[in-house]
């Protein structure tokens, strides 16, 4: 933890040089033309952030870097209205604008400007008391470097743009399957059988001993085309899964596997069919491969719930070295997962055991979901007032003031403090500095607080499993 907080300190070194380039470059780009300037300059930020963002766990709030220009049939390159010989252009300008209209490259110029200051009020705190001061460190830097809920909404539709192709190429490929299983098994079966009962219908006046051991064939044939029917239902919906629910149907997996398997559910309710579908074949393809490739003897199911979120843990002690690249079916897997923004994480070292988490966020109704409860009027008008006031007393009352004190610039304007007799004037310029810092400290501090369980609960360790996956 102080070590972490000291790689936050020591970005200072890297961040007030950074403060007087970016505004150099800014204007050189807007003020004199030099547009090539801006792009490298955001990126230079956009790394000093980066750095804050993975030491404080903030994901990225980026939008995703625009794909290189493709041209089109005739070999030209289109952007906008405008066609060109080759991709640089196009692709300066589909860069250009991933910078320049990021809501968040403009966030990270601020941060960027503010945050040294913040370090400065905060410096000994997070020396001293590293995990407090670290969790009023963190409320800043998600003010502004996490992600908004703009960017989050581009990032859930890029991700569903790519799990709906992908779940459509799933389901071609399921219907492929099912129409070749129906064609090569029981449509042949069911062929065979018609030329059977056409063949008794010509002997059954002629040759009745004949027609009845035909009838008797035909009988066997139906019962067997009958049987790969009931299969091929069971590859698109088991009926034990209709009728009792993901844990039954996975219990009767267990039954039916020849390994050992111990299976544990803890779910309130049924999901909704489509999940419980996803979920009920990715353990039946995890079953398959422990039983076909991993030489083991035990399997152990877990399914369980943490609020709306449905976790599934399989493991077994069998040999390990899984491999997705392999065609062991775990693509498979995450391809159905990723229908429901779920995730399929892998631990399998050679010599075992392996670890199969998969995890569907959202798969229970709303009523499982940790309650919010809103911040109290008051301190909302609190956080809003310091937040609105606190740079007066802190920045112009307050620091401005001293560099003019210490370097004794005799101009008094609107600061206060240099209107006062010479004794009174340093301890009114601490003191606001103090009080904007008290200020900026409350609008901190009261949210925090107020979300005092779910910082709790984030910062509690997870179970073992999931830190191995």
Known sequence: MLRRNLGLLALVVVEVPLVL?????????????????????????????????????IDVPYHPEPPPPVPQA???YRSDRTLYKTPRVPRWNDRWKWVFGDPATWRDFLWLLIDP?????????????????????????VLLLAPTAKSRLVGQVRRLSESRSTTVDSQAAEMRRIERDLHDGAQARLVALGMTLGAVEELVRTDPTAAVALLAKARDASAEAL????????????????????????????????????????????????????????ISELLSNAARHSDAERVTVEIAH??????????????????????SGLNGIERRLAAFDGVLALSSPLGGPTTVAMSVPLALPEEYGRPKTRMPKWQTAIVVVCWSL???????QGIVTAIFKIFDIDVRSWFLALYLDEPWQWPVIVGMIALGSLMYGLALYLPMRHNRERWMAEASPRRPWFGTC
Request: glycine content about 10%; charged content about 20%; some cysteine.
């Open 117 to 141: 200051l913040v370090k400065m009020v905060l410096a000994v705190p997070l020396l001293v008391v590293p995990a407090a001061a670290q969790r009023v460190y963190g409320q800043w830097a």
């Open 390 to 396: 606190a740079w007066c007393p802190l920045f112009p």
């Open 21 to 57: 380039l970016s505004l150099l470059m800014m204007l050189g780009a807007f003020a004199l033309g030099l547009v090539p300037f801006f792009p490298p300059t955001v990126m230079m930020v956009r790394r000093v952030t980066q750095l804050t963002r993975r030491m404080t766990g």
């Open 306 to 327: 943490s609020e709306r979120d449905v976790t599934v843990m399989v493991w077994d002690d069998g040999g390990g070295g899984a491999d997705p690249s392999r065609g």
């Open 227 to 282: 049987a790969e029917l009931r299969g091929v239902v069971r590859g698109i919906h088991p009926p034990v899964l209709a009728e009792r629910g993901l844990g039954d149907a996975v219990k009767a997996l267990a039954l039916d596997s020849p390994l050992r398997v111990d299976v544990q559910v803890d779910l309130p309710v049924r999901l909704e069919t489509p999940v419980e579908t996803a979920l009920y074949f990715a």
């Open 74 to 76: 005739d070999g030209w």
